[in-house]
């Protein structure tokens, strides 16, 4: 099998390693309650403590299985994966009702998705990506670009200018106040300046998390994004 997505982010890769294909609601951010296919890519190497998809993070051989199996695949978090290509992923998002497709993670944006946006948009879809905002977003013109940027975490990875200045949206978990004052600092500039809607994340839902994103989202106009698939059960 050819694979060119060993490290070769700018080639434009035709075949990608899937954790899971699924559909549910969009829980999180501008799209919330919104039917969507999600296509998970297996692979991060980005190290947030609080993850809640470490399942991604390894690109394990050993865990390599078919692609019936990953599709199969139900309320499971664990790390098997299979390659898909371009068709592939597009026959799974003919075969969904979703009108949404997110691309998610692990961080889908190690690989160049150019094609495989192309083509799933061709199916008459709309596409919106999830990213870390510490690779490069090859992901054209079109899709909607959700960048939930991760500072100073133990993978070392950086977050990146173009990541920024390419968002639809930014997603941001707030655990304390000084992820206030890095929001301000860091998103809010990008905002003010292309109109990127911010939606702040309580961790954990904690009340000190909340409480703060309330009162942030007051104070600048901001808003509260609560990953509501968790309160309804679903994936
Ligand atoms: S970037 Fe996303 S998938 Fe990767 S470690 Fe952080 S939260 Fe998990």
Not at 12 to 21: G, I, K, R
Not at 100 to 113: A, F, K, N, R, W
């Amino acid at each position: 099998m050819q694979c060119n997505v060993h490290g070769l982010s700018h080639v434009a890769a035709h075949w990608f390693p899937v954790n899971e294909t699924f559909d549910s609601l969009q829980g999180e951010g501008g799209f919330t309650g919104t039917p969507a296919l999600f296509i998970r890519m297996q692979g991060c190497d980005v190290g947030c403590p609080w993850c809640d998809t470490k399942h991604t993070w390894p690109r394990d051989e050993a865990r390599l299985v078919s692609q019936g199996e990953v599709k199969a695949k139900t309320a499971l978090a664990e790390g098997s994966w299979a390659w898909f290509d371009v068709e592939q992923l597009a026959d799974v998002a003919h075969d969904s009702a979703a009108r949404h497709i997110v691309i998610t993670g692990g961080e889908p944006c190690q690989y160049d998705l150019r094609q495989l946006i192309g083509r799933l948009q061709k199916t008459g879809k709309r596409v919106q990506v999830e990213t870390s905002g510490t690779y490069t977003p090859y992901v054209g013109r079109t899709a909607f670009l959700t960048v939930s940027p991760k500072y100073h975490m133990p993978g070392g990875r950086k977050v990146l200018e173009r990541a920024l200045e390419r968002a639809d949206e930014f997603k941001f978990p707030v655990g304390k106040r000084s992820d206030i004052e890095t929001v301000l600092e860091r998103l809010q500039p990008y905002s003010e300046r292309h109109g990127t809607p911010i939606w702040l994340q309580p961790l954990s839902e904690s009340r000190t998390a909340t409480e703060l994103c309330i009162e942030a989202a007051h104070r600048y106009g901001w808003r509260v994004s609560l990953q509501t698939h968790k309160f309804i059960n679903i994936r």
